[in-house]
């Protein structure tokens, strides 16, 4: 199986200033974390190759993850468990950020098949936007597609997280890349799956062809209309003006 195109960042020289961005999140996802020691089952909020983040919703049960601790578990993947091992890198008061080490090669496997571009496109669903002028598509694992519309119905912005990496477009900016992490801010709202949630986004020094490639192949298999796909694609290509 080959590898997929990497996420990671590939500037040089530094990145600009961290943007602070308010995006819909859900709460509960299909992709879960089983903790062995206590057998309790975590939504994952975001995953990646390298790593996950899990929701906690019970303030007690942050009392299981120490910082730079070791946790072990199985990840619910597509309805199959993977057996895993990560280090606790960031606590706050709704997400623990772990990342793996000494992944067994089924697991590596499975995330590399999980993360094929081509697959989360075919994932994005249409999820309940916090107001008219956004349309929101959700896919596994916290890959978001956001498109915001003026007034008179023209797509001025969008918007995609995938794999703790964005890819966005603006009408006055063009293209940006970059990495992107929980702020650790916007816990859901008691009995509601969708909360708002500050971002927190570094930008690439200049924009990551590679990203970007990732962004057209994922819109691109989508199940968004053709003329969505198309307006998304042609902005990725586009100068700031």
């Not at 299909?30 to 929701?55: C, N, W, Y």
């Not at 606590?91 to 990342?99: E, F, H, M, W, Y």
Request: a negative charge; proline letters at 7%; glycine letters at 8%.
């Amino acid at each position: 199986m080959s590898k997929n195109p990497s996420l990671k960042v590939v500037s040089d020289h530094g990145s600009p200033p961290e943007e602070r961005r308010r995006v819909p999140r859900l709460s509960v996802t299909s992709e879960q974390f089983r903790h062995d020691p206590s057998g309790k089952v975590f939504s994952v909020a975001d995953l990646s190759t390298d790593g996950m983040g899990i929701r906690i919703i019970n303030p007690d049960d942050l009392a299981l993850f120490a910082l730079n601790d070791m946790t072990e578990g199985m990840i619910n993947l597509r309805r199959e468990k993977f057996m895993c091992r990560a280090r606790i890198r960031r606590v706050s008061a709704d997400l623990v950020g772990c990342q793996f080490e000494d992944l067994p090669t089924a697991t590596s496997n499975a995330l590399e098949e999980f993360f094929d571009p081509v697959a989360l496109g075919a994932g994005l669903r249409p999820a309940p936007a916090s107001d008219e002028s956004s349309l929101w598509y959700h896919g596994p694992s916290g890959t978001d597609l956001l498109l915001w519309r003026r007034p008179d119905g023209q797509y001025h912005r969008l918007a995609l997280f995938v794999m703790g990496s964005f890819v966005q477009w603006t009408e006055s900016d063009g293209v940006s890349t970059g990495k992107v992490r929980s702020a650790g801010e916007g816990k859901p709202d008691e009995g509601n799956v969708v909360s708002l949630e500050t971002m927190l986004l570094q930008p690439d020094y200049r924009p990551d062809q590679g990203k970007i490639a990732i962004a057209r192949t994922l819109i691109s298999h989508s199940g968004l209309p053709d003329e969505l796909k198309q307006w998304c694609t042609r902005q990725l290509d586009r100068k700031p003006t």
